[in-house]
């Protein structure tokens, strides 16, 4: 009961996602969702996006002619972005799952590509570890892999003057959007860890965005249930 | 420990508990549980794990924290924020697969708005049954060997948790009231206004059910409520030499009962939010021609509100007046056969309702679907 109040002010908040994100983004979560479909989706490609939330990257890469599917746990989140597609006139397949049930949805090594976009740092490192094996075996042999999130920027004085700044973005974020994005730290070695070849990572100017893309080695490695 | 290091996590339990508060989710171990102990589930709200730990000290238990945004399980249930989703993503992630010879798990009843117990069940082999709505119960229930007495489903409000609740609502209430009060009124007079309003909340939490809090009538009580603290606050602002002032307590009298008036039913197991129901009410319908008799909406009803009919084998709805509307029995049904109707004839069906939960719920009405229009009784 004890939350009730604070929830009510907070409710059907996915409606509100995508204002909150760009409010928090300053604007340039478009971008960022431009970046990661520019370097994973192609006409044709099969891609799955997993935590697609209101499907920002799932409909960048649909506009860029891939065959994409959107995986989301939260179904409101999903609504939305069914809704967005449709006004779209885009074809996206939904699915309502979490990263830990990968395996249940999809079929191994039925992707071309996978993209995450901000979901990953939703994580704890348990199940990062335990996803990022599972996203190599949705991914066909040499697919490739493509993680957005955001990171903190290197150096003390930095990392101050980043969260200073971000700290009112943040606030209102949340007010709005009862969501906040988390930093994380290191994604490109996790991704080392599970197996995955040709890391390489790229920060979006002004450093506070990393793209971390890399291969599905050929044979995709065994995982056990 | 230092007094920063007592008295915040006081605050946060106490005036602050209406705010999220997150524990790390995972695994914890209750005493030294081996491979046959039970294993039981809630969410990451720090003052639910504090207070299991309590109840089941000394006893030997599997705990499996689930994420659910730092929201206490019945909460989080109810607004999508602890799902079959979360769930599953803890059993996975924490290796209770490994440390236990068994694969029964035992879900909190209050998560049957949010968690759909098959699908955890189809997804990981695991066999999911709701335990007893509350923490407290949890000894009797493992001391039984595991089953909940009916008693145990069905939600109480005891006085230490009225208690509390009062508190949540008066302290920033008061807090205000005498804030806003001592430049109008002086200290003295802003300190009766403020403890008058105190008194009158906690009097309305201790007075439940008697009070009505939800419908029309909720406005008498409200009324009562702003004329019994402005009097008693003008009352002592005479004894203590004052004049002139009554206006000034009946008007923040007024205030803190209109803050109140905004959602207290949902602050308590035992009504509706006014808040969910967005203006537009709603009422739960059974189709009992499609009721099969399974009885999940039985096992997960908070209220006693739905009761088998054993010669027809099927689910009857006994005592509507006591539904919450809560949408636990909705969620479970494994049949569809239960649904929510508004005043207008239109409805949320069950798809609807495990979509979005109770968020906002009175908004979302939809015309009953021509092609599988459901049937009441």
Known sequence: MSSYVYMKVLESTPERYDRGMRLLSRGRIDGLWEAVAERAAAPGRRVLDVGCGTGGVTLACARRGARVTGLDKDAGMLAVARAKAAAAGLAVDWLEAGVMELEDVVEPGGFDAVVSCLAMSELLPEERAYALARLARALAPGGLLVLADEVRPAGRLARLGWSLARAPRAALTWLLAARLTHPVDGLADEARAAGFVDVTEERLPPGDFALVSARAPAPPPEVRP | ?377
């Not at chain 2, 008194?199 to 702003?226: D, N, Q, S």
Request: aromatic content about 6%.
């Open chain 2, 1 to 377: 420990m230092t007094l920063p290091g007592r008295f915040l996590p006081w605050l946060r339990d106490t005036l602050l508990r209406m705010f999220p508060h997150a524990t790390r989710p995972g695994l914890r171990r209750i005493g030294r549980p081996g491979p046959d102990a039970p294993v039981l589930l809630t969410g990451n709200f720090t003052l639910t794990v504090a207070r299991l730990e309590r109840v089941l000290a000394g006893r030997d238990a599997w705990l499996l924290v689930a994420d659910s945004h730092g929201i206490n399980v019945w909460c989080a249930a109810g607004g999508g924020h602890l799902t079959h989703h979360d769930v599953i993503a803890v059993i996975r992630s924490s290796g209770i697969g490994e440390r236990v010879a068994h694969r029964r798990l035992w879900l909190p009843q209050l998560a049957a708005t949010g968690v759909e117990r098959r699908v955890v069940e189809a997804r990981t082999g695991w066999r999911a049954d709701w335990g007893p709505a509350r923490l407290e119960d949890l000894p009797a229930f493992l001391d039984r060997g595991e089953r909940v007495a009916r008693r145990e489903r069905t939600m109480r409000f005891p006085p230490w948790e009225r208690l509390e609740m009062a508190l949540v609502w008066a302290a920033p209430t008061t807090l205000v009231a005498a804030a806003a009060l001592v430049p109008l009124v002086g200290i003295a007079a802003a300190l009766a206004g403020a403890l008058s309003i105190g008194l009158v909340i906690f009097g309305i939490f201790a007075a439940l059910p008697r009070l009505p809090v939800e419908g029309p009538r909720r406005w008498l009580t409200y009324a009562g409520g702003a004329l019994l603290a402005g009097g008693l606050a003008a009352g002592a602002d005479a004894l203590l030499g004052g004049s002139g002032h009554a206006g000034w307590l009946l008007g923040a009298a007024t205030l803190a009962m209109l803050a109140l008036s905004v959602d207290l039913a949902g602050t308590t197991p035992w009504y509706a939010s006014t808040i969910n129901s967005a203006g537009n009410r709603f009422d739960l319908v059974l189709d009992r021609e499609r009721c099969t008799g399974a009885a999940d909406c039985v096992r997960v009803c908070p209220r006693d509100v739905l009761r088998m009919d054993g010669r027809e084998r099927k689910v009857r709805i006994a005592e509507p007046e006591a539904c919450i509307r809560c949408g636990a029995c909705v969620v479970q049904c494994p049949e569809d056969a239960l649904f929510f109707r508004f005043a207008d004839g239109r409805v949320a069906p069950p798809a609807q309702v495990r979509a979005t939960r109770m968020n906002m719920l009175g908004r979302r009405a939809v015309p009953v679907p021509t092609d599988e229009a459901p049937r009441s009784s």
